[in-house]
């Protein structure tokens, strides 16, 4: 017939006494068996969590939205199971020891389970363990004023049951179920007087205790449920099991939006709009919080643009949700305002007498609540006996926030910032957190009455009370409060705290109170340091439904992801939100397109986007993407890195950019145009724009641009080059004429130009004099890349100069100079037909003592063994910092190596990195190798010897050394 077992030893009276609770339950519950014969309401999953000793005990007596962050958010280690496996147990616990606690928030869903559990069972579907289920809401025992045996409790409330025999109920398969124990009028008392006998009346609060107790029906089964606050006053020694109840899983989230909204596309927009912010995607976990959220969002989001953001925050919400109410009658909804700020703190049930405080009658709250069930709902209980809730505990607390507000706009306005500070002050004084909610809607309602200033000194008072109290979870209560007035609250400060550690108007505090609350606004916003699309999300589709991790992300990589013009409306509202902590965007190679290109310009453009970099390499843009660009950058001064490279911009488009360029609102210090069609004419525009706006560019990339020495002039003319800090023109078609330009620019006092990157031009031995001159003058460079340059001997003779020219400043100028201007750190001459004239020439700077040179790279440059024996004389040189050195493409043979392990057995040699490839080497140089490490074997960590005549096995000698921890040798190629 059904599920459910019989007792072994009464099958037929137990069949009766089921039987009739079968018709009690199916009459309690009809309305809630309809709806689940048409559609099951939670599938009979929950998601809940076992726990003992994971939450601590003092939590308990919190209230349910006390931000405790050291724990907020994190809810991985929530199941999803059976709402059976509740009811599982294996009966061999004590008497003492039976009842199962269920604890959760306001709306998670405590009582909707205990009704689904019922209907489940008088349906016969799927609940073994149960023979008897017996449920109750403490609500309705509060109504029993009068003593009354358990039987008489029972034929109280089932009148089906009138010739019940209470003995046969001590089964370990009958369930008492006591639903809202936070609403019992009657705290539990378990120090009172023990009922053993079903027969002996007692208060109703003292039968309950005993059956918890185990001193009625020792055999029988109890399930509690209770808000946080309450469970604590259960002795943890009367407990089989504690389980916390979460409320919907994302899964039962959506389904749930779904069928508010009918519309799939729909339904994930308002899923991803949830998302934004990390502390509503936590309330909307709670069933009647996503309703009304998702309610709001349907009518915000309609016929709004599909692609983009427009956030909300919880006070505008619920303002929203009432405004759809459109209420006819405001005088009730006056009264209940007063009646929620009256009722602050206390449980979410109104009688009959509660509702009389405000004026409220029984007939006006029903017809009310008939009306507005988001504001007021009704419920009917024993003896008939109506009570009263809001629609949600949340709603009760916005109402009281309006109210307050109310109260205190009533009142002279040179009072209001005083008395907005003792509310803060209350908030910031309660340590159960009940004002968490209520303070967080106050702030909003500021917000849209305009009451109070954004500079009024109230706010200002808060930010100092967040920054005291940042080793208080009350400081993240009034972080979320303030966001709720500005969403961009505090992210200014932090920025000025981070790059400056200035000293604010806010207050003196330390730099401990800053981090511990920069550290808080990182959690509570659930922001993240980079963003990027798993290989399988990579297309427009994919990548819209993780905008609001993008929205918490510093940097975004979205490179090769796929992605085309489709998706830009989207970004571009990323980038225009206040809310969004994005600095970084790259979305190179991708068909983004000059139509997308444009509106995220017009994102950038926007006042709020605080974008530092945007990197767009082969985009598929042209000139007219350029002049979009062009305008945000006059209107987005936060830009400071544009890379444009790999697209085919040309002279036109060049001269687009450079119409923001030369804007003085432009702050542009990285500007990447590689590979992008420009010649001489284009480089033109460029030079007149840095000529008037010349203070900012710090970095410029033109590489493999035909830009020639026409172009490359009219730059170092018009522009200080010496103002760059990087400056990159390979394979630009220069020659040596350019090279007087850029070395001036090197000779000045006042250069700062620290890395140069020329390779792949015919610059000849008389263009690297020039360069050399300017080094000469003044040292400032530590990179300098001229490999394939037609650079021979006797352009080495120059940098030889260079080299020994360091050591010729007299001390009262290098006390003045910084130490790092004098680093040549890399040097790369690859390619250039140097000889070994010209290797011994460099060989011989590696021994100056103040050269700081770190790498050098020497391959392909016509070097012999005849170099050698001077380049490990430098690498042996105890003023040698030499650490990477690639010879790689030279004919050294195993002569030249053998001469260069004498140099590496030394222990002044500090060399990590040695490349030899392709060297016309055998397994001889191996053998010098694995003696030279043996000799000296702290340093060298990668060995490459690609390319030349060595078999695998005659590398076993260095792969010995790999082995042994002696040697920090980690890898051959």
């Given at each position: 017939?059904?599920?459910?077992?019989?007792?072994?030893?009464?099958?037929?009276?137990?069949?009766?006494?089921?039987?009739?609770?079968?018709?009690?339950?199916?009459?309690?519950?009809?309305?809630?068996?309809?709806?689940?014969?048409?559609?099951?309401?939670?599938?009979?999953?929950?998601?809940?969590?076992?726990?003992?000793?994971?939450?601590?005990?003092?939590?308990?007596?919190?209230?349910?939205?006390?931000?405790?962050?050291?724990?907020?958010?994190?809810?991985?280690?929530?199941?999803?199971?059976?709402?059976?496996?509740?009811?599982?147990?294996?009966?061999?616990?004590?008497?003492?020891?039976?009842?199962?606690?269920?604890?959760?928030?306001?709306?998670?869903?405590?009582?909707?389970?205990?009704?689904?559990?019922?209907?489940?069972?008088?349906?016969?579907?799927?609940?073994?363990?149960?023979?008897?289920?017996?449920?109750?809401?403490?609500?309705?025992?509060?109504?029993?004023?009068?003593?009354?045996?358990?039987?008489?409790?029972?034929?109280?409330?089932?009148?089906?049951?009138?010739?019940?025999?209470?003995?046969?109920?001590?089964?370990?398969?009958?369930?008492?179920?006591?639903?809202?124990?936070?609403?019992?009028?009657?705290?539990?008392?378990?120090?009172?007087?023990?009922?053993?006998?079903?027969?002996?009346?007692?208060?109703?609060?003292?039968?309950?205790?005993?059956?918890?107790?185990?001193?009625?029906?020792?055999?029988?089964?109890?399930?509690?449920?209770?808000?946080?606050?309450?469970?604590?006053?259960?002795?943890?020694?009367?407990?089989?099991?504690?389980?916390?109840?979460?409320?919907?899983?994302?899964?039962?989230?959506?389904?749930?939006?779904?069928?508010?909204?009918?519309?799939?596309?729909?339904?994930?927009?308002?899923?991803?709009?949830?998302?934004?912010?990390?502390?509503?995607?936590?309330?909307?976990?709670?069933?009647?919080?996503?309703?009304?959220?998702?309610?709001?969002?349907?009518?915000?989001?309609?016929?709004?643009?599909?692609?983009?953001?427009?956030?909300?925050?919880?006070?505008?919400?619920?303002?929203?949700?009432?405004?759809?109410?459109?209420?006819?009658?405001?005088?009730?909804?006056?009264?209940?305002?007063?009646?929620?700020?009256?009722?602050?703190?206390?449980?979410?049930?109104?009688?009959?007498?509660?509702?009389?405080?405000?004026?409220?009658?029984?007939?006006?709250?029903?017809?009310?609540?008939?009306?507005?069930?988001?504001?007021?709902?009704?419920?009917?209980?024993?003896?008939?006996?109506?009570?009263?809730?809001?629609?949600?505990?949340?709603?009760?607390?916005?109402?009281?926030?309006?109210?307050?507000?109310?109260?205190?706009?009533?009142?002279?306005?040179?009072?209001?910032?005083?008395?907005?500070?003792?509310?803060?002050?209350?908030?910031?004084?309660?340590?159960?957190?009940?004002?968490?909610?209520?303070?967080?809607?106050?702030?909003?309602?500021?917000?849209?009455?305009?009451?109070?200033?954004?500079?009024?000194?109230?706010?200002?008072?808060?930010?100092?009370?967040?920054?005291?109290?940042?080793?208080?979870?009350?400081?993240?209560?009034?972080?979320?409060?303030?966001?709720?007035?500005?969403?961009?609250?505090?992210?200014?400060?932090?920025?000025?705290?981070?790059?400056?550690?200035?000293?604010?108007?806010?207050?003196?505090?330390?730099?401990?109170?800053?981090?511990?609350?920069?550290?808080?606004?990182?959690?509570?916003?659930?922001?993240?340091?980079?963003?990027?699309?798993?290989?399988?999300?990579?297309?427009?589709?994919?990548?819209?439904?993780?905008?609001?991790?993008?929205?918490?992300?510093?940097?975004?990589?979205?490179?090769?992801?796929?992605?085309?013009?489709?998706?830009?409306?989207?970004?571009?509202?990323?980038?225009?939100?206040?809310?969004?902590?994005?600095?970084?965007?790259?979305?190179?190679?991708?068909?983004?397109?000059?139509?997308?290109?444009?509106?995220?310009?017009?994102?950038?453009?926007?006042?709020?986007?605080?974008?530092?970099?945007?990197?767009?390499?082969?985009?598929?843009?042209?000139?007219?993407?350029?002049?979009?660009?062009?305008?945000?950058?006059?209107?987005?001064?936060?830009?400071?890195?544009?890379?444009?490279?790999?697209?085919?911009?040309?002279?036109?488009?060049?001269?687009?950019?450079?119409?923001?360029?030369?804007?003085?609102?432009?702050?542009?210090?990285?500007?990447?145009?590689?590979?992008?069609?420009?010649?001489?004419?284009?480089?033109?525009?460029?030079?007149?724009?840095?000529?008037?706006?010349?203070?900012?560019?710090?970095?410029l990339d033109l590489s493999i641009n035909p830009i020639r020495d026409e172009g490359a002039v009219q730059l170092s003319k018009k522009f200080n080059l010496s103002k760059l800090h990087k400056l990159e023109m390979n394979h630009c078609e220069l020659t040596r004429l350019s090279c007087g330009g850029i070395g001036e620019a090197l000779g000045l006092e006042s250069s700062v130009l620290w890395e140069l990157n020329l390779s792949n031009n015919p610059l000849s031995d008389k263009g690297f004099q020039l360069l050399c001159e300017g080094i000469r003058k003044w040292a400032t460079l530590?990179?300098?890349?001229?490999?394939?340059?037609?650079?021979?001997?006797?352009?080495?003779?120059?940098?030889?100069?260079?080299?020994?020219?360091?050591?010729?400043?007299?001390?009262?100028?290098?006390?003045?100079?910084?130490?790092?201007?004098?680093?040549?750190?890399?040097?790369?001459?690859?390619?250039?037909?140097?000889?070994?004239?010209?290797?011994?020439?460099?060989?011989?700077?590696?021994?100056?003592?103040?050269?700081?040179?770190?790498?050098?790279?020497?391959?392909?440059?016509?070097?012999?063994?005849?170099?050698?024996?001077?380049?490990?004389?430098?690498?042996?040189?105890?003023?040698?910092?030499?650490?990477?050195?690639?010879?790689?493409?030279?004919?050294?043979?195993?002569?030249?190596?053998?001469?260069?392990?004498?140099?590496?057995?030394?222990?002044?040699?500090?060399?990590?990195?040695?490349?030899?490839?392709?060297?016309?080497?055998?397994?001889?140089?191996?053998?010098?190798?694995?003696?030279?490490?043996?000799?000296?074997?702290?340093?060298?960590?990668?060995?490459?010897?690609?390319?030349?005549?060595?078999?695998?096995?005659?590398?076993?000698?260095?792969?010995?050394?790999?082995?042994?921890?002696?040697?920090?040798?980690?890898?051959?190629?």
């Amino acid at each position: 017939m059904n599920s459910a077992v019989f007792f072994s030893d009464a099958p037929v009276a137990v069949m009766d006494l089921q039987l009739s609770l079968f018709v009690a339950l199916k009459r309690k519950y009809g309305k809630l068996t309809e709806e689940f014969n048409n559609k099951p309401i939670l599938e009979l999953g929950v998601n809940h969590r076992d726990f003992k000793k994971e939450i601590p005990e003092e939590c308990f007596l919190h209230h349910e939205f006390y931000l405790n962050i050291s724990n907020i958010f994190i809810r991985s280690d929530f199941v999803y199971g059976p709402v059976v496996d509740l009811f599982v147990c294996d009966c061999y616990h004590s008497a003492s020891r039976k009842t199962i606690l269920t604890v959760g928030v306001g709306g998670s869903g405590k009582s909707t389970l205990v009704q689904i559990c019922c209907v489940e069972w008088a349906e016969h579907r799927g609940t073994p363990d149960i023979s008897c289920l017996l449920p109750f809401a403490f609500w309705e025992l509060n109504l029993i004023k009068h003593k009354l045996s358990l039987v008489q409790l029972l034929q109280t409330f089932y009148p089906e049951l009138k010739k019940i025999d209470g003995s046969r109920l001590n089964h370990p398969k009958v369930w008492f179920v006591f639903d809202g124990l936070n609403e019992s009028k009657r705290r539990l008392d378990f120090s009172c007087p023990p009922v053993t006998d079903v027969s002996t009346a007692a208060p109703v609060d003292v039968l309950v205790t005993n059956l918890i107790r185990g001193n009625l029906l020792p055999r029988a089964h109890v399930w509690l449920t209770s808000r946080y606050s309450w469970a604590a006053h259960i002795p943890d020694c009367h407990l089989l099991a504690k389980t916390e109840l979460e409320g919907f899983t994302i899964s039962q989230r959506k389904e749930h939006i779904f069928d508010i909204i009918g519309d799939s596309k729909m339904t994930d927009r308002v899923m991803d709009h949830m998302r934004l912010q990390k502390s509503l995607d936590q309330l909307c976990q709670i069933p009647p919080i996503c309703t009304i959220t998702a309610n709001v969002l349907k009518n915000h989001l309609k016929g709004k643009d599909g692609y983009k953001l427009y956030p909300l925050s919880l006070t505008q919400i619920y303002t929203q949700a009432l405004n759809l109410q459109k209420t006819s009658h405001p005088e009730t909804l006056s009264k209940l305002k007063n009646l929620a700020l009256l009722r602050f703190g206390e449980e979410n049930l109104m009688y009959e007498e509660d509702l009389q405080k405000t004026g409220i009658g029984v007939e006006e709250a029903s017809a009310f609540s008939r009306k507005y069930p988001f504001l007021l709902k009704k419920e009917r209980g024993l003896h008939n006996t109506s009570v009263f809730r809001f629609g949600h505990f949340s709603v009760q607390e916005y109402l009281a926030a309006s109210c307050k507000l109310d109260e205190i706009e009533a009142k002279q306005p040179s009072l209001h910032t005083d008395l907005c500070k003792k509310l803060v002050e209350e908030a910031v004084h309660d340590p159960l957190g009940k004002y968490d909610v209520y303070v967080r809607f106050f702030f909003g309602l500021l917000k849209e009455r305009r009451l109070l200033k954004p500079s009024d000194r109230f706010f200002l008072y808060t930010k100092r009370m967040v920054l005291e109290y940042a080793l208080s979870d009350r400081s993240v209560c009034l972080l979320l409060s303030l966001r709720e007035y500005d969403s961009r609250a505090f992210l200014s400060e932090f920025e000025d705290f981070l790059n400056n550690g200035f000293s604010s108007p806010i207050g003196d505090f330390s730099a401990v109170h800053w981090n511990l609350t920069l550290g808080n606004v990182r959690i509570i916003d659930g922001l993240q340091e980079h963003f990027e699309l798993d290989a399988a999300e990579k297309c427009d589709e994919k990548l819209l439904k993780h905008l609001p991790e993008m929205l918490k992300s510093v940097t975004a990589t979205l490179r090769f992801s796929n992605l085309t013009d489709r998706c830009c409306p989207a970004l571009g509202s990323v980038l225009s939100m206040g809310e969004s902590h994005l600095r970084g965007l790259d979305l190179g190679y991708n068909s983004i397109t000059d139509e997308g290109v444009k509106v995220l310009a017009e994102g950038l453009s926007d006042p709020s986007s605080r974008l530092k970099y945007l990197r767009l390499q082969g985009c598929g843009l042209s000139a007219r993407a350029c002049k979009y660009l062009s305008a945000a950058m006059k209107r987005a001064p936060k830009l400071l890195e544009l890379d444009l490279s790999c697209n085919d911009i040309g002279d036109r488009g060049l001269q687009n950019l450079s119409c923001g360029l030369r804007d003085p609102s432009c702050r542009l210090e990285g500007l990447r145009l590689s590979q992008c069609n420009i010649e001489p004419q284009g480089c033109a525009h460029l030079a007149s724009a840095l000529q008037e706006n010349p203070s900012f560019l710090k970095y410029l990339d033109l590489s493999i641009n035909p830009i020639r020495d026409e172009g490359a002039v009219q730059l170092s003319k018009k522009f200080n080059l010496s103002k760059l800090h990087k400056l990159e023109m390979n394979h630009c078609e220069l020659t040596r004429l350019s090279c007087g330009g850029i070395g001036e620019a090197l000779g000045l006092e006042s250069s700062v130009l620290w890395e140069l990157n020329l390779s792949n031009n015919p610059l000849s031995d008389k263009g690297f004099q020039l360069l050399c001159e300017g080094i000469r003058k003044w040292a400032t460079l530590t990179q300098l890349k001229v490999s394939r340059c037609w650079i021979n001997a006797k352009g080495c003779s120059q940098l030889t100069k260079v080299l020994c020219s360091v050591m010729q400043f007299p001390q009262g100028a290098m006390h003045h100079l910084e130490w790092s201007r004098l680093q040549l750190i890399e040097l790369d001459l690859s390619m250039n037909c140097l000889e070994d004239k010209g290797g011994k020439a460099i060989a011989a700077g590696l021994k100056k003592s103040l050269i700081y040179l770190r790498t050098l790279n020497l391959s392909h440059c016509c070097l012999s063994d005849e170099c050698c024996d001077e380049l490990a004389s430098g690498l042996a040189s105890s003023d040698s910092r030499i650490s990477e050195l690639d010879l790689s493409g030279n004919e050294l043979q195993d002569r030249g190596v053998k001469k260069l392990c004498v140099g590496l057995k030394s222990r002044s040699c500090t060399l990590t990195s040695l490349a030899l490839r392709c060297c016309q080497l055998t397994s001889k140089s191996v053998t010098f190798l694995v003696a030279a490490l043996k000799s000296n074997p702290q340093y060298l960590a990668e060995l490459h010897l690609m390319g030349n005549s060595i078999e695998d096995s005659d590398v076993e000698g260095l792969l010995e050394l790999i082995k042994n921890q002696k040697f920090a040798l980690e890898m051959i190629e």
